[in-house]
């Protein structure tokens, strides 16, 4: 059976600001902090600094929660910026693969795991002075097999599930027929991969049942969450007219939301008010550049991303494809600004209609809400507190980190006798 960590409720006054600092951790956390036992290593595909994607963002705060009580090197494959402020080492694993090898040898494994093979990882993994071994994506999986301890996979997300809703909105085509054919030997990696370590993180309650049924020994649901002390929160703006959307603008999910954003949208609610305006914030939305004109602004990828919510009327996810949970909701919530979503945008987070968010399932409905927003101050600032309130008593790292450390705990004593410092 897989646990899902219940957490303590307490409802805080939500409209107060919060002092802190994006950039800095503050080694705040859940419970009282000991002595650091035992050293683990992490894995991960590429460096978490700087924070600018959801993945990078969740290894970056679980490697702080897991530091809270064990010493922990993180390797990254590729370059990787010093990390003096962080509580963890952060060692880079120089690595270089061709899109034409990596594509030749992907025949029979996924595509994204031939991109990240790494004899130095596994060297690194196979070095008999770790309490506990985490690898970030089953990608990395193959560099831990070596490993003389417990291994735990962080699964960010269900991989081929997301190849599967990619495909499947996709028109018939070479497209649609490449990623259902990805999905599918990424679907069998994933299973393996399941069976092998000795436990699975995942970040939703559905993608535990997933590698639960896959046969995982055992499964630990770490929520996603935010550092509701870096993000002060604020009431949000009456007089802000950006409707904005933040994600990986390449990838494809997150485009067609942005596309549906101003293509379906924009148009009905700017026939009752003129100066509703989008803004897309995020990496490679190159392929959107035809969007832009003179109610769209695509920002591309910004220093920080707060500011960008402060001048929000609203964050509006038409999201309708991927997996996991997303980052940008909980952020928005922290911050304040009301968000407009579809059900699938914010699959995974205890949110209620109404309440913490305002919902909608075609373009029309989300236009709708975005019109409740524009006209009713009251209920922007009633979403922006109950937000707010919710996030601090569920979704602080602190807390969703607290079953993490305890995994790591319990594994490290099966270790112990095994470990040569």
């Known amino acids: 059976m897989w646990t899902r960590h219940n957490t303590w409720v307490n409802e805080f006054g939500g409209g107060e600001e919060r002092m802190g600092s994006a950039k800095s951790y503050s080694g705040r956390v859940g419970a009282p902090v000991g002595a650091r036992l035992g050293r683990t290593l992490i894995l991960a595909g590429e460096s978490p600094l700087p924070p600018r994607s959801g993945l990078r963002l969740r290894v970056l705060h679980l490697a702080r929660q897991l530091a809270v009580s064990t010493n922990v090197e993180l390797a990254a494959l590729g370059a990787a910026e010093p990390a003096h402020a962080e509580p963890f080492s952060l060692t880079s694993v120089p690595h270089s693969r061709s899109r034409a090898v990596t594509a030749l040898r992907s025949w029979r494994t996924p595509y994204a795991v031939e991109k990240r093979r790494s004899l130095a990882m596994g060297r690194l993994a196979a070095r008999p002075c770790w309490s506990t071994v985490q690898v970030e994506s089953p990608a990395m999986a193959p560099a831990a097999r070596l490993a003389r301890v417990p291994?735990?996979?962080?699964?960010?997300?269900?991989?081929?599930?997301?190849?599967?809703?990619?495909?499947?909105?996709?028109?018939p085509g070479p497209t649609r027929v490449r990623l259902y054919w990805e999905a599918g030997k990424t679907r069998r990696f994933e299973e393996r991969v399941a069976t092998e370590v000795d436990a699975v993180c995942t970040a939703s309650d559905a993608d535990a049942e997933v590698f639960?049924?896959?046969?995982?020994?055992?499964?630990?649901?770490?929520?996603?969450?935010?550092?509701?002390?870096?993000?002060?929160?604020?009431?949000?703006?009456?007089t802000g007219a950006d409707l904005l959307y933040i994600g990986q603008l390449g990838y494809l999910p997150n485009a067609r939301a942005a596309r549906e954003l101003v293509e379906d949208i924009l148009p009905l609610v700017r026939a009752e008010r003129s100066e509703a305006r989008v803004r897309l914030v995020g990496r490679d939305g190159g392929s959107l550049s035809s969007l832009a004109g003179p109610y769209v602004d695509i920002a591309g990828e910004v220093p920080e991303v707060l500011p960008e919510l402060r001048a929000a009327r609203a964050v509006v996810l038409p999201l309708r494809a991927g997996s996991g949970t997303r980052l940008k909701v909980l952020e928005a919530m922290a911050a304040?600004?009301?968000?407009?979503?579809?059900?699938?945008?914010?699959?995974?987070?205890?949110?209620?209609d109404e309440r913490?968010?305002?919902?909608?399932?075609?373009?029309?409905?989300?236009?709708?809400?975005?019109?409740?927003?524009?006209?009713?101050?009251?209920?922007?600032?009633?979403?922006?507190?109950?937000?707010?309130?919710?996030?601090?008593?569920?979704?602080?790292?602190?807390?969703?980190?607290?079953?993490?450390?305890?995994?790591?705990?319990?594994?490290?004593?099966?270790?112990?006798?095994?470990?040569?410092?």
């Open 151 to 171: 291994v735990v996979l962080d699964a960010y997300d269900v991989e081929s599930e997301l190849l599967g809703s990619v495909a499947e909105r996709c028109g």
């Open 212 to 238: 639960e049924r896959w046969g995982a020994a055992e499964v630990v649901v770490v929520p996603n969450g935010v550092d509701t002390e870096a993000i002060a929160h604020r009431p949000p703006s009456p």
């Open 336 to 352: 304040g600004v009301p968000v407009i979503a579809t059900p699938f945008a914010v699959a995974g987070i205890d949110v209620q």
């Open 356 to 421: 913490h968010v305002l919902l909608g399932v075609t373009a029309r409905d989300l236009a709708a809400q975005v019109l409740r927003i524009y006209r009713d101050d009251a209920l922007a600032a009633a979403l922006s507190v109950n937000a707010r309130k919710l996030v601090e008593r569920a979704y602080d790292w602190s807390i969703v980190g607290e079953p993490l450390r305890a995994l790591h705990a319990r594994l490290a004593e099966r270790s112990a006798p095994c470990v040569r410092t």
